[in-house]
């Protein structure tokens, strides 16, 4: 019983929420007049309404002839308290106007608004799909239009510029006169070329390149300097960067109806071709440039092997040489001690002290002389070192060695 005391039942209007939007916005315009009815600027709503083509009530034309001057009802209208509300009043009525508006006038406020969009972003180069949904880069079906060639794959065909009907200039962003395709690099001008798109008497469409003074202009690899017709799918390229493949709808469809069997090219149109295609036109052989860059470099190879060889002979014979040298000092060396022996020795009578002083001389010489040839050979094992050591490396089969 408690629970069903604290029970509250709140009625709530099924309104729909815009309708209610409308009748609170109505009832803060009623509440804002009778606000400049009680400060007696009723005469300035009539005026609001005679300038928005709304036709006033008899009680706001009963107030309004019985105004005052019409410096008095200028203090009025611009004090702090009217403008504030007059301002709220006119907001109000705008928000009035926008809810009541019909459903027609709103597509066709909305139709007009997308046309406006497409046509700033055809001017930038993107392009959109007739539904409005997806933005991005696509074809049109009738107007032509340049289309960006990447040395990526992947970056190729994301460019749209389109060829409006009349002149189409090209140049750069800080020319005199604006450009309505612009790029940028050292080899662009200021004012680079026009495209000069008309119509024919047949209804077919002519877009004329025509560079201007000074610029690096190509269509199909070939430089040009005087106007030139354009055909769709020639290739274009300006200053050193920047390729384009120009493509026109319309005369496609017309060289598709009267050659209906034309072949299509095996290989596909793309920043390479365009590259490889103004290198050939230009007497540039990118086979032959390869073979040729090739042949050098076998040449080269061939030079520094020869010179590395007759460096390493030259090294073998130096070595060679070096190791005569030091056989002949080893032998040299060798051979001293015993000529030194075979010298004829005088007989010289001694006393018994001379001859114990040289016999204790002779036993100490004895004793030390194999001494004195191990130092020589020790001194002499640096050389023999070296000996082994080149003949070694030069492959020879001989070898020094020495032992106390």
Not at 173 to 182: L, S
Request: aromatic share 6%; hydrophobic share 35%; glycine share 4%.
């Amino acid at each position: 019983a408690d629970r069903a005391k604290q029970i509250r039942c709140n009625a709530v209007i099924n309104e729909d929420p815009n309708n209610r939007l409308v009748r609170e916005l109505k009832e803060e315009v009623a509440r804002l007049k009778d606000l400049l009815y009680a400060q007696g600027l009723g005469d300035i709503i009539e005026m609001t309404n005679a300038m928005t083509g709304m036709s006033p009530s008899p009680s706001l034309s009963a107030l309004s002839s019985r105004a005052g001057s019409i410096s008095n009802l200028h203090d009025r209208i611009f004090s702090p308290a009217s403008e504030e509300a007059i301002e709220r009043l006119k907001e109000t009525e705008k928000i009035i106007a926008e809810l009541n508006e019909t459903w027609e006038e709103k597509l066709r406020r909305t139709e007009a608004i997308r046309m406006e969009r497409e046509a700033l972003l055809a001017e930038m180069g993107v392009a959109m799909r007739e539904d409005g949904g997806t933005v991005g880069v696509f074809s049109p079906k009738k107007t032509p239009h340049l289309v960006n060639l990447n040395e990526d794959p992947l970056m190729s065909e994301c460019l749209l510029y389109y060829i409006k009907d009349g002149i189409t200039k090209v140049g750069r962003e800080n020319a005199k006169t604006r450009q309505d395709i612009v790029l940028s690099g050292h080899f662009i001008k200021d004012e680079h070329c026009t495209f000069s798109s008309t119509t024919g008497p047949q209804g077919e469409g002519c877009v004329i390149l025509e560079p201007c003074e000074g610029s690096e202009t190509y269509v199909n690899g070939k430089r040009v300097t005087s106007p030139t017709v354009l055909r769709s799918g020639n290739r274009i390229i300006m200053g050193k960067s920047h390729v384009f493949r120009f493509n026109d709808p319309e005369q496609a469809r017309l060289e598709r109806e009267r050659t209906p069997c034309a072949e299509t090219p095996v290989e596909p149109v793309d920043w390479a071709f365009a590259q490889r295609e103004l290198l050939e036109k230009q007497g540039i052989d990118m086979k032959q440039e390869m073979e040729q860059r090739l042949q050098e470099l076998e040449d080269q190879y061939r030079k520094e092997r020869e010179e590395a060889s007759n460096l390493l002979e030259q090294q073998r014979l130096d070595y060679e040489s070096k190791l005569e040298a030091l056989r002949k000092q080893v032998d040299s060396r060798y051979l001293e001690s015993p000529e030194e022996e075979e010298e004829p020795e005088e007989e010289v009578p001694w006393t018994k002290r001379e001859t114990e002083l040289a016999l204790w001389a002779f036993r100490k010489w004895r004793f030390y002389q194999f001494t004195s040839l191990r130092d020589l050979l020790w001194g002499n094992a640096i050389f023999l070192k070296e000996a082994n050591a080149i003949s070694v490396e030069l492959k020879k089969r001989c070898s020094s060695n020495s032992s106390c």
